[in-house]
């Protein structure tokens, strides 16, 4: 069986116009197998280029070269270097998750319906919507009184866990988390644990930048070291 | 009147106006423009109508001119003596009679045949006036049957005062195509105009323009399913004739203050109080048969 | 086809034109403005695709030809040259910019919805706001009165304008009102494609987030494709999946919503997003 996702020769370079073209590299020539079902836990200090990787994986940045070949259950075997907008697009909405430090939410938009409406864009009826997004807050212990308010105002704890009750509710094929435990406690991180022991279990592929190397240690199958752009050790 | 053309109109003028009446009865309620000539009348006053009748009477008709319903009326005793004087040809207040009827803001009690004309005055041609003030997107509207706008002002008169107001120059759909104006007839006379035998020709003089309702042609109001077209109705009968099927008109005794009904077709009343005092009268069927 | 509109080719020119317009205009010259002939080309090559559902963003300054494009879109203009083809309509196949004006009339009506920047181009302000919304049913032949005030409260309500408004005239209503009417009136006859020109610019902030709101609201309930065009980011990024940058009256680049900022390719879109306060 083919690898859920195969990375190969991957290469991102920014190139900044208004510094007479000057060149930025995010990761260089990185190659990375993920079976179907597999965590691997990328580690490495601030500007090593992590984060390029999920981005470069989630299209949200154009991968400069390489190729990422990604087994979707809707498109086949894809390379989502190459592939058109609308099956990023589609493949974004129905298979991989993306959780990141940072919550981009609308203003005006309770916390309750922002887990709904991920649901209800996939065709989950509005009723059973609600039922599954109330029993998902409850479960990163997104205290109640919060459900019904606006997510700008909350704390940088209780944004990652509607962040990560937003990733997880669909329960997504592949799921991205871009530094998951971040400003957490230790009670929120074990509810992450096992929300992604419960995923895992599901058949979830997972790939996660940590910083907390004890949290990461505990969960995933294989992990990569980088330093200036380029993996320099995997350990198993 | 030798010193006049006979039928007062040059000869050219009234080709013209035969060659625009012709192609207003090929497009039915498509208003065509014409070259409107002075008329010893001032624009206003029925120069429409007073052209298209001049331009089509002919020796061997029979004239009838009438001024909302009435013959005797300044205006239509002018207009009349004008038509037959240069046009020497008779004139009647029969509508059975009549070969030619010019009217102002009236149809008569009395159905018309396909041996008859109804030539209208037309004081302002353009339906769409009300909801748009340019006569170059009237016409694209027109040209498209664009007329949601006018459907709309019928449904704001609807939710304003829970019926449609419009009393005079009622909005009428003329063979599926074209939204025009039947002159300020009342709406009692607007279904006369509905697959008749009569040819209407409409005259608009200021305004410059010809249209036309042929014979056996549908002419709809505009209407809402629920909201239905009707015409106006009265708790009583004439007073001087007693008719209840006619079309009346109110006035009072200015000194006692009482309201009275009238026929404001003169030419028919006066026939049915001959009949009611059982002399010898011929009087025509309705509209309706 | 599957992809509910495509755009091909499309260009709007202003002026004589001569053989050089299209090659001495556009963002490497910076300039709208033919140097040989005066010219004015509003937009030039532009080529796009919508899919059913999608929100698609057209993003730029003044003078970019973004406002030009969508008019083209909803035949307010006729453009230059170029081919528009829509799903819903014969299948696709039929370039729509070359039907009559009656048929782009039914387009309009049937199939298309329009929210202007300015609610005196989308609004009449004289009529009550139902009537309004009336006048598209009107135009799509509905002719019970009862009816069409059943479907315009049903509009109202979920526009979130109180239903004993509806009888008001627009000219007495807030900006924000007015913006909800004409979505009201854009979605009378379900189309499935909406036009949405600048439609907070101008707005007070708190009603701008209702507004949008309202916007994502409807794009996720009716499945409606939208086509959003704004020179602000922050709408763009909270309503659209794939945005188009435009400069001096071409594409200069379009990609993922989310790509466009925080990767922008192009110089003039890195300037754009450099900008943002």
């Keep these: 069986m083919t690898p859920h996702l195969h990375i190969e020769n991957l290469t991102k370079t920014f190139t900044l116009h208004q510094f007479d073209g000057k060149q930025i590299v995010g990761c260089t020539d990185i190659n990375l197998d993920l079976e179907h079902g597999e965590f691997i836990g990328i580690t490495g200090k601030s500007g090593a280029g992590k984060s390029t990787i999920l981005k470069c994986i989630y299209r949200t940045y154009i991968p400069t070269s390489g190729s990422m070949m990604y087994h979707s259950d809707t498109h086949g075997l894809i390379d989502l270097a190459k592939a058109e907008e609308r099956d990023i697009l589609e493949i974004r909405q129905k298979e991989i998750g993306y959780v990141s430090q940072f919550l981009r939410v609308l203003p005006r938009v309770t916390a309750l319906d922002c887990v709904v409406e991920v649901l209800v864009e996939i065709g989950t009826e509005k009723a059973a919507a609600v039922a599954e997004a109330r029993a998902i807050l409850s479960h990163f212990q997104l205290s109640e009184s919060l459900w019904e308010s606006y997510p700008n105002t909350f704390s940088g704890g209780e944004k990652l866990r509607l962040n990560l009750a937003r990733a997880m509710v669909k329960r997504p094929k592949f799921l991205l988390l871009d530094e998951p435990t971040a400003s957490l406690d230790q009670g929120s991180k074990a509810s992450v644990r096992d929300m992604i022991i419960e995923l895992k279990r599901g058949g979830t592929s997972m790939i996660g930048i940590f910083h907390d190397l004890e949290f990461m240690e505990s969960v995933v199958d294989k992990e990569f070291n980088m330093r200036n752009g380029i993996m320099v050790g995997g350990y198993a | 009147m030798s010193m006049y053309n006979y039928g007062f109109l040059d000869e050219n003028t009234k080709r013209e106006l035969r060659r625009k009446t012709l192609k207003a009865v090929a497009i039915p309620g498509y208003q065509v423009p014409f070259g409107s000539r002075e008329m010893p009348v001032a624009r206003g006053w029925g120069t429409g109508g007073l052209q298209v009748t001049l331009s089509l009477i002919g020796l061997g008709d029979v004239l009838k001119v009438i001024d909302q319903g009435s013959d005797d009326s300044v205006n239509a005793c002018n207009l009349r003596d004008l038509i037959s004087e240069t046009s020497e040809v008779d004139t009647t207040t029969d509508t059975l009679e009549a070969t030619v009827i010019q009217t102002r803001h009236r149809i008569p009690e009395e159905k018309m045949t396909d041996e008859q004309i109804l030539v209208f005055q037309v004081p302002t041609p353009e339906i769409l006036r009300t909801v748009e003030p340019s006569e170059q997107e009237s016409r694209r509207m027109h040209a498209e049957r664009d007329y949601s706008r006018l459907w709309v002002h019928l449904y704001e008169d609807i939710v304003e005062w829970k019926e449609i107001r419009i009393s005079y120059d009622y909005p009428v759909l003329v063979n599926g195509h074209y939204i025009c104006d039947p002159s300020p007839i009342p709406r009692f006379d607007v279904p006369k105009l509905h697959q008749a035998e009569t040819l209407f020709l409409f005259g608009a003089g200021r305004e410059k323009r010809i249209y036309a309702i042929p014979p056996h042609t549908d002419v709809i109001p505009l209407q809402f399913e629920d909201y239905p077209f009707n015409v106006e109705s009265y708790e009583s009968g004439c007073e001087k004739c007693g008719s209840t099927h006619t079309y009346l008109e109110e006035s009072f005794d200015s000194n006692t203050g009482e309201r009275y009904l009238y026929c404001s077709d003169t030419s028919y009343c006066g026939k049915q109080q001959l009949k009611g005092q059982h002399q010898p009268v011929e009087i025509g069927v309705g509209w309706n048969g | ?277």
């Design chain 3, 1 to 277: 086809m599957d992809n509910r509109v495509s755009i091909r080719n499309v260009s709007k020119i202003y002026g004589k034109g001569c053989d050089s317009c299209i090659e001495l205009t556009g963002p490497e010259h910076g300039r709208n403005r033919c140097p040989k002939c005066g010219t004015i080309v509003a937009c030039a090559d532009i080529g796009f695709d919508v899919y059913p559902g999608e929100v698609l963003g057209i993003v730029g300054e003044s003078g970019s030809g973004k406002s030009t494009l969508v008019k083209t879109l909803y035949f307010d203009e006729a453009p230059t040259t170029g081919e528009f083809y829509l799903q819903d309509f014969e299948e696709g196949l039929s370039n729509v910019y070359g039907l009559s004006s009656l048929q782009k009339r039914y387009i309009r009506n049937h199939l298309m919805g329009m929210v202007y920047q300015n609610p005196h181009l989308g609004l009449r302000l004289d009529y009550s706001a139902g009537g309004n919304i009336a006048e598209k049913l009107l135009m799509a032949d509905w002719n019970h009165v009862g009816d069409i005030r059943e479907r315009a409260k049903e509009l109202l309500t979920k526009t979130e304008i109180p239903i004993e408004r509806m009888d008001d005239k627009p000219k007495y209503f807030s900006g924000g009102m007015q913006q909800r009417v004409q979505i009201s009136k854009a979605l009378a006859n379900n189309p499935p494609l909406l036009l949405l020109d600048e439609v907070t610019t101008g707005l007070d902030v708190s009603v701008q987030a209702s507004v949008l709101d309202l916007i994502r609201q409807i794009g996720r309930e009716l499945g409606i494709s939208m086509i959003v065009v704004s020179h602000d980011f922050s709408v763009i990024r909270m309503l659209t999946n794939r945005t188009i940058v435009m400069k001096n009256g071409r594409i200069v680049e379009q990609g993922l919503t989310d790509q466009i900022m925080e990767d922008p390719q192009h110089a003039y879109t890195q300037l754009l997003i450099n900008s943002l306060i």
